[in-house]
């Protein structure tokens, strides 16, 4: 999402780079410049304005013009108030003390509850929860079914009656909980097109019956300022504890997300970030802020990794390397673990550098190049994975026709498979930075 804004602040604190020396003359240039990057971003005029006031009343001191390195003193700063701009620290959903703890999913028609519901159904069930669901939209045809269907796929139960109102649903999912010994209750509620008097009065009527221990806001992070108006809206009328931000993976600008806690004071508690049930995370100022300036965010690729990838896998293949005994079996078997991650295109937005550059290369960084690689291998014999030094022209034509590729790809995956190989045995053999091969990911075509 915020690949736009990343590659202009990227060519921004380039230029300030290649001075050398800065005057304050060139901090407020640059500034300007960052402001425009921001408004074009959709950020709030005014939580732009006050945000560059910050900044410059840190940028423009002594200890920064100074610096031998003033560049990097400013993208610092920057980065410190894109932190607290959004939020300083983590906040996690909060867990009441006398279970159950009941929590609302609350927003417009669109923003994404149903699925948010579920997501964050797995999440707490995968932190050892036992959290249930109650399908409290009655009035958008398919919701409940909805609800269900993805509740099955994590099997969390679901309480539901057609015939109930919201609030005696939400009354149903009270008892259920202890009568089912669950600790959390997630209620999908109803939303509306706009917001209006009947949405809010029923929103207010659920929660004077059965009060929230949090009231969590779900907007569309594509909607850009339109989020921050609705949550403002919301907010006037009820006990809003957070926000939930939905499809931050989109083509958005990614104004909302760098407006809406500056703006309604509300923490983003979680964000949705791709459309599978496991694409939910704590909301982290501090790696988001990383993300956006192209410093990558590490941290948050290694949780991946170790929620997702089989540690004994892992560790075998792992020793394979170091022993420099890697094969095309093995290969695949790497390509398999990277899968786990998430697109391709999401885990190098998370790649130190990486932030600015994906805006070009998403044509270039394509899944689907992934499955003709797999293609490739699955149409080669074992003994030709094991050893692929046999592979001759026949065997080249006869691979690239069973997997719907042609012979200059699979001689081209073959000549990149060598170069990995001649570098695990440099790693090996020696010691210091090695050029890393290019990975057969691009399009092969």
Known sequence: MFD???????QTFKRMRNKGRLTEADVKEALREVRLALLE???????????????????VGQDVLESL???????????????????????????????????YMVGLQGAGKTTASAKLARMLR???????????????????????????KIQVP???????????????????????????????????????????????AMNARIPANEMLLVVDAMTGQDAVRVAEAFKERLPLTGVVMTKLDGDARGGAALSIREVTQLPIKLVGSGEKLEDLEPFNPDRMASR???MGDILTLIEKAEASMDREDTQALAEKITKADFTLDDFRAMIDQVKKLGPLSKVMEMMPGMGGKMAKM????????????????????????????????????????????????????????????????????????????????????
């Open 292 to 294: 956006i300036l192209g």
């Open 126 to 152: 995968h932190q050892g929860r036992q959290p249930l669901l109650v399908a409290a939209d009655i009035y958008r045809p398919a919701a409940i079914d909805q609800l269900k269907v993805l509740a099955d």
């Open 69 to 103: 390195t003033p560049d990097q003193a400013v993208i610092r700063i920057v980065r410190d108030e894109l932190i607290q701009l959004m939020g300083s620290h983590v906040e996690r959903v909060h867990m009441a003390s006398n279970p159950p703890t009941v929590i």
């Open 158 to 204: 679901v309480v539901t009656e057609p015939s109930k109102t919201p609030v005696e649903l939400a009354e149903l999912g009270k008892a259920a909980s202890r009568r089912m010994a669950k600790d959390v209750i997630i209620i999908d509620t109803a939303g509306r097109l706009h917001v209006d008097d009947d949405l809010m009065g029923e929103l207010e």
């Open 362 to 445: 998403k044509d270039k960084v394509d899944d689907r190049s992934v499955v003709r690689v797999e293609a490739i291998l699955n149409s080669m014999t074992k003994k030709e994975r094991q050893r692929p030094e046999i592979i001759d022209g026949s065997r080249r034509l006869r691979i690239a026709r069973g997997s719907g590729t042609t012979v200059q790809e699979v001689n081209r995956l073959l000549k990149q498979f060598d170069e990995i190989k001649k570098m695990m045995k440099q790693m090996k053999g020696k010691k210091g930075r090695m050029r890393m091969p290019r990975m057969p990911f691009p399009p092969l075509g």
């Open 4 to 10: 736009a804004l990343t590659e202009k602040l990227q």
């Open 41 to 59: 971003a959709d950020v709030n005029f005014k939580v732009v304005r006050e945000f560059l006031g910050r900044v410059e009343a840190r940028a």
